[in-house]
Protein backbone atom coordinates (compact mmCIF):
# COMPACT_ATOMS: atom_id res chain seq x y z
CA UNK A 1 0.00 0.00 0.00
CA UNK A 2 3.05 2.36 0.87
CA UNK A 3 5.96 2.89 -0.48
CA UNK A 4 8.95 3.43 2.01
CA UNK A 5 9.98 6.24 0.72
CA UNK A 6 6.79 7.67 0.60
CA UNK A 7 6.02 10.44 3.33
CA UNK A 8 2.76 9.57 5.43
CA UNK A 9 2.19 12.86 7.45
CA UNK A 10 0.56 10.52 10.40
CA UNK A 11 3.37 8.99 11.01
CA UNK A 12 6.66 9.58 13.58
CA UNK A 13 9.58 10.01 12.18
CA UNK A 14 12.91 10.84 13.20
CA UNK A 15 13.38 15.01 12.32
CA UNK A 16 17.04 15.25 10.93
CA UNK A 17 16.79 18.50 9.68
CA UNK A 18 16.44 19.75 13.59
CA UNK A 19 18.71 17.36 15.33
CA UNK A 20 21.18 17.28 17.95
CA UNK A 21 21.89 13.77 18.37
CA UNK A 22 19.36 11.34 16.17
CA UNK A 23 16.56 13.55 15.38
CA UNK A 24 14.21 11.58 17.99
CA UNK A 25 13.38 14.71 20.52
CA UNK A 26 12.88 16.54 17.30
CA UNK A 27 10.81 14.50 15.67
CA UNK A 28 8.46 13.86 18.67
CA UNK A 29 8.03 17.93 18.93
CA UNK A 30 7.30 18.09 15.29
CA UNK A 31 4.76 15.19 15.26
CA UNK A 32 3.24 16.48 18.90
CA UNK A 33 3.44 20.26 17.46
CA UNK A 34 5.35 21.01 20.54
CA UNK A 35 8.34 23.05 20.96
CA UNK A 36 11.77 21.47 20.10
CA UNK A 37 13.43 23.33 23.04
CA UNK A 38 10.95 22.22 25.31
CA UNK A 39 10.81 18.72 24.47
CA UNK A 40 14.45 17.91 24.40
CA UNK A 41 14.55 19.25 28.02
CA UNK A 42 12.18 16.95 28.88
CA UNK A 43 13.29 14.10 27.04
CA UNK A 44 17.09 14.22 28.29
CA UNK A 45 15.47 14.93 31.85
CA UNK A 46 13.22 11.52 31.43
CA UNK A 47 16.62 9.90 30.12
CA UNK A 48 18.54 10.97 33.24
CA UNK A 49 15.78 10.12 35.63
CA UNK A 50 15.14 6.58 34.16
CA UNK A 51 19.37 5.61 33.38
CA UNK A 52 20.17 3.34 31.37
CA UNK A 53 16.54 2.33 30.76
CA UNK A 54 15.66 5.88 29.63
CA UNK A 55 18.97 6.03 27.21
CA UNK A 56 18.28 2.61 25.55
CA UNK A 57 14.60 3.91 24.93
CA UNK A 58 16.23 6.63 23.29
CA UNK A 59 18.56 4.41 21.26
CA UNK A 60 15.87 1.94 20.43
CA UNK A 61 13.76 5.15 18.88
CA UNK A 62 17.03 6.30 16.94
CA UNK A 63 17.01 3.32 15.21
CA UNK A 64 13.24 2.54 15.23
CA UNK A 65 12.08 5.71 13.76
CA UNK A 66 12.66 6.28 9.89
CA UNK A 67 14.10 9.87 9.12
CA UNK A 68 11.76 12.35 7.46
CA UNK A 69 12.13 12.39 3.77
CA UNK A 70 13.30 15.43 2.18
CA UNK A 71 10.50 15.99 -0.01
CA UNK A 72 7.79 15.35 3.29
CA UNK A 73 6.05 18.58 2.37
CA UNK A 74 5.88 20.60 -0.53
CA UNK A 75 5.54 24.13 0.62
CA UNK A 76 5.35 25.48 3.78
CA UNK A 77 1.22 26.05 3.63
CA UNK A 78 1.29 22.39 3.20
CA UNK A 79 3.45 21.47 6.21
CA UNK A 80 1.11 24.47 7.86
CA UNK A 81 -1.99 22.21 7.23
CA UNK A 82 -0.58 19.10 8.35
CA UNK A 83 0.55 20.45 11.95
CA UNK A 84 -3.02 22.04 12.10
CA UNK A 85 -4.51 19.08 11.43
CA UNK A 86 -2.22 17.06 14.13
CA UNK A 87 -2.91 19.99 16.43
CA UNK A 88 -6.86 20.03 16.15
CA UNK A 89 -8.27 18.06 13.27
CA UNK A 90 -11.75 19.15 14.60
CA UNK A 91 -11.31 22.81 14.13
CA UNK A 92 -9.27 22.09 11.05
CA UNK A 93 -12.47 19.99 9.61
CA UNK A 94 -14.75 22.57 10.67
CA UNK A 95 -12.64 25.43 8.50
CA UNK A 96 -12.55 23.04 5.51
CA UNK A 97 -16.62 22.29 6.73
CA UNK A 98 -16.92 26.05 6.45
CA UNK A 99 -15.31 26.50 2.91
CA UNK A 100 -17.06 24.30 1.68
CA UNK A 101 -20.27 25.46 2.84
CA UNK A 102 -19.10 29.11 1.52
CA UNK A 103 -18.32 27.86 -2.13
CA UNK A 104 -21.48 26.21 -1.91
CA UNK A 105 -23.37 28.71 -1.47
CA UNK A 106 -21.58 30.93 -3.51
CA UNK A 107 -22.57 28.67 -6.39
CA UNK A 108 -25.98 28.25 -5.76
CA UNK A 109 -26.13 31.68 -6.02
CA UNK A 110 -24.33 31.50 -9.16
CA UNK A 111 -26.93 28.78 -10.66
CA UNK A 112 -29.94 30.90 -9.63
CA UNK A 113 -28.53 34.11 -11.61
CA UNK A 114 -27.31 31.46 -14.93
CA UNK A 115 -31.00 30.20 -15.09
CA UNK A 116 -32.90 33.50 -14.11
CA UNK A 117 -34.75 35.50 -16.67
CA UNK A 118 -32.17 38.09 -15.50
CA UNK A 119 -29.36 36.59 -16.95
CA UNK A 120 -30.97 36.08 -20.28
CA UNK A 121 -31.73 39.84 -20.11
CA UNK A 122 -28.43 40.95 -19.27
CA UNK A 123 -26.57 39.13 -22.17
CA UNK A 124 -29.43 40.49 -24.39
CA UNK A 125 -28.46 44.54 -23.27
CA UNK A 126 -25.00 43.43 -23.04
CA UNK A 127 -25.17 42.28 -27.22
CA UNK A 128 -26.88 45.69 -28.02
CA UNK A 129 -24.06 47.69 -25.96
CA UNK A 130 -21.18 45.25 -28.48
CA UNK A 131 -22.87 46.07 -31.31
Known amino acids: MYDH ?3 RPRRLYRNT ?3 RIAGVFSGIADYMNFSIC ?3 FLGL ?3 LMTMPLGLLAYAAAALM ?3 MPDNAYSDPVEENFVRSIRKSPEET ?3 VSYRFKNIDSR ?3 MERYVTSKRFELDREFDELRDS
Open 5 to 7: DEF
Open 17 to 19: RNR
Open 38 to 40: ATR
Open 45 to 47: FAI
Open 65 to 67: LQP
Open 93 to 95: FSK
Open 107 to 109: LQK
